[in-house]
């Protein structure tokens, strides 16, 4: 079956640095992928979908890589606040329609 | 745009009861999906609904239930509760596009099974 792992369930930096996620797949070949930020108590919040013919996407500080030879996702938070700690879940979609397999997520904590 | 809407946002029912959650989808989105969110099991779906049509299921069993209504309204169902069902019920939206669908969540309704 299709498995969703995402790097170390908790990630410390420093502000300023650069915060990597990782996000692996095992047994498909999705043709896209999300990301997803999610605070406590709240709803995720979508960040980014990348394809698989896309190698790398980018929206102000943050960058997406999908590599489907790999079968992984690389999630970058470049020049990090402490405003962007949170939960990061990748989304690689699950067969048909909208239902979507959700990793479980990496906790980001920028420290000032 | 108004973005998807749940309610209640909390609740607590005592085991062996029922509940009804709502979402409200963001207008012109007709896809609707569930999810619940466990610290244990972090986010599993639960089902889709497209055109009042359940469209895909996930693994829960038959004592969860959704409907949706002609104006893309849903409703899930979770009948005779127990104390594992504590979770946060996440609902989202999505156009149903060609390729690269983005789904869209609401705050969620915080269920306590007691």
């Known amino acids: 079956s299709q498995k969703i792992e995402q790097n170390s369930e908790a990630l410390n930096i420093q502000e300023g640095k650069t915060a990597t996620l990782t996000c692996n797949y095992t047994n498909y070949s999705p043709a896209y992928l999300q990301w997803y930020r999610q605070d406590p108590g709240r709803g995720p919040v979508f960040l980014l979908l990348?394809?698989?013919?896309?190698k790398e996407k980018r929206k102000e500080r943050l960058k997406v890589t999908f590599d489907t030879t790999l079968k992984q996702s690389l999630f970058h938070i470049t020049a990090s606040q402490p405003a962007d700690s949170a939960t990061y879940l990748c989304?690689?979609?699950?067969?048909?329609?909208?239902?979507?397999?959700f990793g479980t997520g990496t906790s980001l904590t920028v420290i000032p | 745009k108004a973005g998807v809407t749940q309610t209640p946002r909390y609740l607590i029912k005592t085991r062996g009861q029922q509940v009804t959650l709502s979402c409200s989808p963001i207008s012109g989105h007709r896809s609707v999906s569930w999810y619940q969110q466990t610290p244990g099991q972090g986010l599993q779906f639960l089902f889709e609904?497209?055109?009042?049509?359940?469209?895909n299921k996930g693994n829960f069993p038959g004592r969860f239930s959704g409907r949706q209504f002609s104006n893309s309204r849903s409703e899930m169902n979770v009948s005779t509760l127990e104390l594992g069902d504590s979770a946060l019920y996440l609902c989202?939206?999505?156009?149903?596009?060609?390729?690269?669908?983005?789904?869209?969540f609401g705050e969620g309704s915080w269920l306590t099974v007691v």
């Open positions: 990348i394809r698989e013919n896309e």
């Open positions: 989202a939206s999505s156009l149903d596009g060609p390729s690269g669908n983005t789904i869209y």
């Open positions: 609904y497209f055109s009042e049509t359940q469209r």
């Open positions: 989304a690689p979609p699950g067969g048909t329609g909208n239902q979507f397999y």
